[in-house]
């Protein structure tokens, strides 16, 4: 049984997570207190490695009539898991799909209980017959007015008819209690933590506990294991019945007593006592060990389990890192990049990593990074890419990493601005750090390049319909020429939902290089582009370049004829203007302007008044 997916309700932060995928690997980020943990602890509780307490019901807050804030405890707490099954799986279960539900359950005032999703019959009476003992089979036939076929001491002579019963009614689709034989191959959970000063003991006994479950799924021990627990079972349920016979003929009154001891020898690894040896050839505690050793240390366990899992058994496994990269150097960070991208290939292995690691973050592919986020109190999920529309979802992913947008960038930058050409793209970054005294990146605004392109405007629109603030910066010039064949018009951005709001238009008349002074492009020519006949540039000399026509396009056609060093390109000009500024006040005040309304949709409260200059 592989898990595909999990969702979660009542746990918690988790009121109701929704599903979570479960990928090769899936990384869960977001803001600290945002539900990660919670998240592996959940999936946790539905493997059975957690055991559930009071603390990890989810409360929310209620207003009485009066105004009295109290919190309401959830009454039912579920983890379901959506499971692929093996062949064996789907005959040991007797089940024809080849996907099944399956759900960790406590209801108020109930035990802990694993339900599955299957198609049984429409009268509860008739499911379940499989577990039920004697006494139970005999009060549901009762109910429904069943007889038993032959000797009514044997649980079959009621299980049958009611069987038969069964079998001639309808059926439905409903949760019902999962078999021992389900639960006994749901995957084994290893899970390793850096959240807190290493814990190598612990991450050594969890690594050696999965050796351990393995063993005993291996068929040269299974079986002797499987009998020796069956001889137990069976002289342990020897003694119960005698212990139920004895009960029976002490208490008249009762009409019988039932007793399942249950016996498994998977229980019998506790702990594990560590000890390092020195240099000096003296054995040491670990808890006398280095911090820093500890940390190699522990990543080399990790590692061990790569290991381990090259044959998994008869289960799968779920590796769950919680921040596992908080005490590692950079250059064990990337091992650990290629130790989760090694294990993550394994075709039993399930890999959920959570993490603020932008490093991590970026070695993913975008669609399995799920982002939580703490509102009023509970944790909303999130994903930029889902399971639905897979075609487009792949193709904005590649274009988004062809234009050198991270996952980190895509999950938590605060704005986008969409530019058209590689003139802007250039240009602005420098032009930017000069007025407000650091780099786009550093106040929150990732950069798209469009350079006409369809699929920069898919991403940008893309972003912006998952609630990313995405602005356009435009050639004023795009409004005049209705022959252009430009995808950043007003008109066309207008048709595919960008609001007048979201555009910046630049130029007076036409394009960004119409702002900057006749001064300061002269200045610029003197000192890059020297004319031939060493006579220096003028103002005037640009002046009579403005006018009629594309002022950029004249004005690289006169540096280039003029001087030896003249420009290649148009972006080559601004960008040799935009270097050569030392004073923001030389920033046409409409590009200031425009800097100013992105910092404050970044920042909310930077100013760029505040900035040097």
Known sequence: MNLVSFEVTGFRCLAATGVIPLGRPTVLTGANAGGKTACLDALGYLLGDHRLSDDDLTRTPSTSAEGAITLEVATQTAVIGTFDLTEEDRELLAVDDGRIDV???????????????????????????GSLNRTELRQRAQELGVEPSGDARRPEAWR????????????????????????????????FSSTREPELRSEIHQALRGAFEQLLDEDSIVGQVREAERQLQQRLQ????DLCAHVLRRCPELVDIHVSPSVSFREGFQQVAVHVGTQAGIDVPLEYSGAGRRRRMTLAVWEWTRDLLADPGERAVVIAYDEPDTHLDYANQRDLVELIRDQSTRDSVRVLVATHSLNLIDKVDIADVVHLQLVDGHTRVSRLLSDEHQEVNRHLAAISAAMGLRNSVLLHERVFVAVEG????????????LVVGMSLQSSGIALIAGNNNRGALDVARWLAS??????????????????????FTPEKLRAVGIRPDQMHLLGDPGEIEDLFTDDLWARTANEAWPRRDGEDWKPTDIGELRGEGKFSNKLLALAREQSEQGPSTKTECLVELATRLTDPDEVPEQLRECFRQLVELAAGDYSVDHAPG
Not at 106 to 129: I, K, S, W
Not at 183 to 189: F, K, V
Not at 422 to 427: D, F, G, R, V
Request: proline share 7%; net charge positive; aromatic share 6%.
């Open 103 to 129: 759900r960790r359950v406590r209801r108020d005032g109930e035990h802990d209980t694993y339900e599955m999703f299957a198609t049984v019959p429409q009268e509860p009476l008739l499911r379940g017959l």
């Open 238 to 241: 020897d003694a119960a019945d």
């Open 422 to 433: 590689s003139t802007e793209a250039q240009a602005l970054p420098i032009l930017f750090r």
């Open 466 to 487: 998952h609630n990313r603030e995405v602005q356009f910066i435009i050639d004023r010039d795009s409004t005049q020429d209705r022959s252009t064949r430009s995808l």
């Open 160 to 191: 049958e008819p009611l069987r038969t019963l069964a079998a001639a009614g309808g059926t439905t689709q409903a949760w019902v209690p999962a078999p021992a034989a389900l639960t006994s191959r749901l995957p084994r959970l290893l899970r």
